[in-house]
């Protein structure tokens, strides 16, 4: 008996030195190993009631592109925004207040992973406020009218479409009274347009953003166990680990394999987008709709896109490279991947491959100015601005992303847009006066 009872305390005092090891090994692991160093918010979006995901609120991105080394790392403030200061709801009576909208070419992004190193590499990752399109005009904006309150607030997300943008519009950014907004889009709806709802991505996304939310639940509810602690840190570094996989499955093709793609098949097809573009249509005269009501000045800005054929800048030598020669499959056929067949997101990518060679030139644009002109709203090409812009001056990084050079350029071209609309306004103002 007293054999039996000697082996049992042997047997639970080693399980407790063996426990004790493994609680230390994974004290030592999430306190010293830069592989579990995350700081609270995890990750830069989060799920959203309205809109599928958001900006992840105290969100810090870390290395942003920079003009100058003072210039400070993005922080996203509690409304998802991003600023060069607070933005209070009550605004000042002095102040200009102006909010874009739209996906990661307007939020800031540079260069994706898939062009890089391919034909000539940029800088990865966010700019900064200061250098990116917002900080730009807000820069423009303060020399041209120094008596005001300038305020410009990045409010895009990446992957974002431009219904999420006007739910958006509805659920937070109007609460703060803008005087303008800005919304620069386009490519994020190119599926839309192929005869997709668009709001498709975001039911097939919704369950990975609940994921994402039940992982940051749980790290910020700590466990007295630091193996449980381990455990799920282990969690987000096997989602930030399947992230990097499936973007490194999304790789590019040095030869366009839709380079056959020709203008007789876009005849073929359009009438098809035609129809698919309608949506994309009303929801912006929705936005401007919804702008009007609360008297605010909608400016419509078609993005920056490379691989638009008639309406381009010169091309620089990257540029005429990467337009002729290098394809990147689009993100949101790959994400269709879960529910559609393989041929249907074939189809898709030929379709969008089309609407951005010849459909936006040919009927979209067009149509986007003319409902502006109907329903009084402002309306910026942004390719049609760039026509002039020469080829020893890059301006795309990839397919929409742009170069410090292209944010300067846009942030010129909105510049003159709102010094145009805010002289005319004086100006009728002062007529209803005299």
Do not use: W
């Amino acid at each position: 008996m007293n054999f039996f009872k000697k082996n049992l305390i042997l047997l639970i005092t080693a399980l407790i030195f063996i426990y004790l090891i493994v609680e230390l090994t994974c004290y030592l692991l999430l306190n010293y190993s830069e592989k579990f160093q995350y700081t609270f918010p995890y990750f830069n979006q989060q799920i959203s009631p309205y809109y599928v995901f958001e900006n992840a609120p105290g969100f810090k991105y870390k290395n942003c592109i920079k003009s100058s080394p003072n210039e400070p790392d993005v922080v996203i403030d509690q409304y998802g925004f991003i600023s060069e200061a607070k933005i209070e709801k009550q605004k000042d009576t002095n102040a200009i207040r102006i909010f874009i909208t739209g996906g990661s070419g307007a939020f800031g992004c540079g260069q994706i992973k898939q062009y890089y190193g391919k034909i000539k590499s940029f800088p990865l990752g966010l700019y900064s406020y200061e250098s990116s399109i917002a900080g730009l005009l807000q820069k423009k904006l303060k020399k041209v009218f120094p008596s005001k309150n300038i305020e410009v607030v990045n409010a895009c997300a990446v992957k974002r479409m431009l219904h999420q943008s006007v739910a958006y519009y509805l659920e937070t950014i109007s609460d703060f009274n803008p005087d303008f907004v800005i919304s620069i889009d386009g490519n994020n709806d190119i599926a839309p347009i192929c005869g997709f709802s668009p709001y498709l991505k975001g039911s097939i996304a919704l369950s990975s953003y609940i994921e994402l939310y039940e992982i940051t639940k749980q790290n910020q509810n700590k466990s007295f166990f630091n193996i449980i602690n381990l455990i799920n840190k282990l969690k987000i570094n096997n989602l930030k680990t399947k992230e990097k996989n499936q973007n490194k499955n999304n790789k590019g093709f040095l030869i366009d394999p839709y380079a056959s793609s020709k203008y007789n098949d876009y005849i073929f097809h359009k009438e098809k987008f035609i129809r698919g573009s309608e949506k994309f249509l009303n929801l912006i005269k929705y936005y401007h709709s919804l702008c009007e009501t609360d008297n605010v000045k909608f400016i419509f800005c078609l993005q920056p896109l490379l691989y638009r054929q008639k309406f381009n800048k010169k091309l620089s030598l990257s540029e005429n490279t990467m337009q002729n020669n290098f394809y990147i499959p689009n993100s949101k056929t790959q994400t269709a991947n879960k529910i559609l067949s393989s041929k249907q997101v074939e189809l898709i990518k030929k379709d969008a491959n089309l609407i951005l060679k010849y459909f936006i030139d040919d009927y979209l644009s067009d149509k986007i100015n003319q409902i502006s002109i109907e329903d009084g709203f402002s309306y910026i090409d942004m390719n049609k601005e760039l026509m002039s812009v020469p080829s020893n001056i890059d301006v795309f990084v990839d397919y929409c992303h742009l170069t410090p050079d292209g944010n300067e350029i846009v942030a010129e071209i909105l510049l003159k847009k709102i010094n145009t609309i805010l002289n005319t306004s004086k100006n009728n103002n002062s007529k209803i006066a005299k």
